[in-house]
């Protein structure tokens, strides 16, 4: 059965350092997300992309964050310069249409220092 | 603010039950509505979505859609060990957002054997 996959599954950084969290969304999607979940908290929307561009994102989404599909496959998470508070699992996900069901990876688990 | 609201538990259920979950939304206007299940450091995983009034049934779950009153509703039938998780509600409506799942904080349920 087709699966969202994420990598790394635990990225250590220190406070200030770029990252970027990837993912391979299910390949006939056309939808691709990217929420967080701070450890005991909701899960939280951060940004959706479709046709090659944001087509929305939360108060959350600032200007460190940002979002590419640098090819046909993977969908990356790019945090420009890290703080202790962007300590979170964040979870890929991707759907057919941007309605329907979303299918959700394994998250990568980020700990800032 | 649009909102999503679950009873954070935990919810005890003995083995063989019936588990009863359940979810409150603010805006009129949504559509879609999901019941995901996460377990301690996974991702959340679907279960079931439900978009008109009514029951919907698969396996041993059971959704239930009531927009009037602007609740939906899980029902797992025959409890089992393995559906101890947190069960996450979750919602798509126009007025949430293009496209994003708004969450609610889950309900924590532990099936006794």
């Known amino acids: 059965e087709p699966e969202v996959t994420q990598t790394p599954s635990h990225q250590v950084t220190q406070m200030g350092q770029e990252v970027i969290l990837r993912c391979v969304p299910i390949?006939?999607?056309?939808?691709f997300y990217w929420y967080r979940q701070i450890l005991g908290q909701k899960v939280e929307f951060l940004v959706s992309?479709?046709?090659?561009?944001?087509?929305?994102k939360s108060e959350i989404f600032d200007d460190q964050f940002s979002v590419e599909r640098p090819d046909g496959s993977n969908f990356t998470l790019k945090i420009r310069s890290t703080k202790l508070e962007d300590s979170a699992m964040y979870f890929c996900?991707?759907?057919?249409?941007?309605?329907?069901?979303?299918?959700f990876g394994p998250g990568t688990r980020l700990t800032v220092l | 603010q649009k909102e999503v609201e679950q009873n954070s538990g935990p919810l005890s259920v003995p083995e063989g039950a019936i588990a009863s979950l359940n979810c409150t939304y603010s805006?009129?206007?949504?559509?879609?509505f999901f019941w995901y299940r996460q377990y301690s450091g996974k991702s959340p995983e679907l279960i079931m979505f439900i978009y008109s009034n009514g029951d919907k049934e698969d396996g041993r779950f059971t959704a239930q859609l009531n927009k009037a009153s602007q609740y939906v509703s899980l029902l797992i039938r025959d409890s089992q060990p393995s559906d101890s998780a947190t069960y996450l509600c979750?919602?798509?409506?126009?007025?949430?957002?293009?496209?994003?799942?708004?969450f609610g904080t889950g309900t924590r349920l532990t099936i006794i054997p």
């Open positions: 979750a919602v798509w409506g126009p007025n949430f957002g293009n496209e994003k799942l708004t």
């Open positions: 805006d009129r206007g949504s559509q879609s």
């Open positions: 992309f479709y046709n090659n561009e944001i087509s929305e």
């Open positions: 390949s006939n999607h056309l939808y």
């Open positions: 996900a991707s759907s057919e249409k941007g309605y329907n069901e979303q299918f």
